[in-house]
């Protein structure tokens, strides 16, 4: 039988420089939409996924995002007193079981593959999951959960899967497609930041994954690739020439580049268009402020 996914990475060592200088004391991942730090929003998509430990990746600088996790018994007690129930509630769906998190530091910036490598005595000879939190997936059904069903059906390696633009290749993996069955494709390999021209398909990578321990190995021994980085699709592709099959995931919802600032911009509006509190009075004012800007040019 299948080995169950109750593992996930979260590689958070990044340095975030798009979003310098709030990034100078703020870890990224801290940045809310709206009320929620991005973190959380890949914590409870891990969860409905049926992630039991969570591998946080970090580095010097992100230690409000350790403080993000501890229990607050001062803040939850103030709110009993004042019987701010719903508040209450809102705050322990933050708390983690005691032993849940691991954190592990990566030491240099050496790439996205180094990050999740640094996780591998804490995953050991296990399929897990990488959830990159900065790629927000808005959907009916979280988008590794998803996966995680697809994956029971085939095994090997899966990554999330999206189309872009031909322009756009240049800013993500993209898959080399050997069979297109659908909401699933099997590929002959990956090619890292390809410019159009050379794009292989112009399915590309998104940040979340479920891989084989054989990938970890793969780290082991590769060498600096794109942008002078320790590259994660290589290591995922050296898979495919030993035979452990790599699979792209077409998942249902929408991406947010939550990395970039138009990308976290366009989440925070459509989070907040979601919330029943908040829709009539944010829909009135972007009605305004568009139809001023119209009616000036
Ligand atoms: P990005 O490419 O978005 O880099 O990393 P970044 O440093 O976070 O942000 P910019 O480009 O400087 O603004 C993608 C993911 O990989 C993690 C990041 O934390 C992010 O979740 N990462 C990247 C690491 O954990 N370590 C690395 O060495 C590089």
Known sequence: MRRKVTKAIFPVAGLGTRFLPATKSVPKEIMTLVDRPLVQYAIDEARAAGIKEFIF???????????????????????????????????????????????????????????VWC???????????????????????????????????????????????PEKTSSYGVLDVKEDMGSVVSVNGMVEKPKAEDAPSNLAVIGRYILSPSVLRNLNQLKQGAGGEIQLTDAIA??????????????????????????????TVAFALEREELRDDLMNYITTITQGRRAAE
């Not at 607050?72 to 719903?86: A, I, N, T, W, Y």
């Open 57 to 115: 990746v970090t580095s010097r600088g992100k230690g409000a995002l350790e403080d993000y996790f501890d229990h607050s018994p001062v803040l939850e007690q103030e709110l009993r007193k004042k019987g701010k129930d719903d508040l209450l509630e809102v705050l322990k769906s933050t708390n983690m079981d005691s032993g849940a998190i691991a954190y592990i530091r990566q030491h240099k910036a050496l790439g996205l593959g180094h990050a």
């Open 119 to 165: 996780a591998r005595r804490l995953i050991a000879d296990e399929p897990f999951a990488v959830i990159l939190p900065d790629d927000v997936i808005a959907g009916e059904k979280p988008c590794l959960q998803q996966m995680v069903e697809a994956y029971a059906e085939t095994g090997g390696n899966m990554v999330a899967a999206m189309e872009v633009a």
């Open 238 to 267: 050296a898979d495919i020439s030993s035979d452990v099959p790599v699979y792209g995931y077409r998942f249902e919802g929408e991406r947010f580049d939550c990395g970039s600032k138009s990308g976290f911009l366009q989440a």
